[in-house]
C-alpha cells in the first residue's frame, strides 16, 4: 500500500510537469525589466524634465533680476550719500572740476575714484569714495549703465550730462513681472 501511495504522488508531479513544462522555480526566471516597463519609466522621466525646466528657467532668471535690483540700490545709494555729503558741506569740499549746483555727481566714475577734499583742514590727502567698484548688470554683463540728469525726465532714455541723478539698465529685456528692465 505504501508503494501504490508513492507511485501515485510521483505520478502526480510527472503530469504537473507535463502540463506546464515552462513553470519553473520563481529563482531560476531570468531577471531584468520588460520593454513596456522602460517604455513607461522613460516617459515618466520625460514628462517629470519638461515641467521641471520651465522653473529652472524661471529661477535663474528671478535670480539675475535681484541681483539687478541689488547692483541698482547699491549705486542709488552711493549716489544719495555723495550729494548728502555735498550737501553738508554746501559743496565747499568738492572740488571745483566736480561741482555741480543739484549737488550730485558729475559721472559714476567720481563714486568710484573718490576725491580729495578740497578747503577741508586736516584731510592729509584721503580721498572720500563712495564705492568700492561698479557693480555689473547682470542683464547685460556690464559696468556700462544708462543715467539720468536732475533735468531730465523720470522716464527718459537719454542722459543730459550734467550730473548724474539715476541709474537704469540698459537692457531691452523683460523681468517675469512684465515690466521692462529699463524702468527699474
Not at 505504501?2 to 510537469?17: A, S, V, W
Not at 525646466?53 to 533680476?65: A, C, G, Q
Not at 564705492?131 to 555689473?136: C, D, E, G, Y
Amino acid at each position: 500500500m505504501q508503494l501504490f501511495c508513492k507511485l501515485r504522488k510521483l505520478d502526480d508531479r510527472l503530469r504537473l510537469r507535463q502540463r506546464r513544462p515552462d513553470a519553473l522555480p520563481r529563482k531560476s526566471q531570468s531577471k531584468g525589466f520588460t520593454l513596456l516597463e522602460i517604455i513607461i519609466v522613460i516617459t515618466i522621466l520625460s514628462v517629470l524634465t519638461a515641467a521641471a525646466i520651465p522653473l529652472v528657467r524661471n529661477s535663474v532668471k528671478r535670480e539675475r533680476e535681484t541681483e539687478l535690483r541689488l547692483a541698482l540700490r547699491e549705486v542709488r545709494r552711493a549716489i544719495d550719500a555723495y550729494k548728502r555729503y555735498a550737501e553738508q558741506t554746501n559743496n565747499a569740499a568738492i572740488p571745483i572740476e566736480w561741482k555741480t549746483q543739484s549737488f550730485y555727481p558729475k559721472s559714476l566714475d567720481l563714486l568710484v575714484e573718490g576725491f580729495t577734499p578740497a578747503n577741508t583742514v586736516g584731510t592729509s590727502g584721503n580721498k572720500i569714495k563712495f564705492l568700492r567698484r561698479l557693480p555689473i548688470d547682470p542683464m547685460t554683463g556690464t559696468t556700462e549703465w544708462g543715467m539720468r540728469s536732475y533735468k531730465d525726465d523720470a522716464d527718459s532714455n537719454s542722459w543730459g550730462g550734467e550730473d548724474v541723478f539715476d541709474v537704469y539698465s540698459t537692457s531691452d529685456g523683460k523681468a517675469l513681472n512684465g515690466t521692462k528692465y529699463r524702468d527699474w
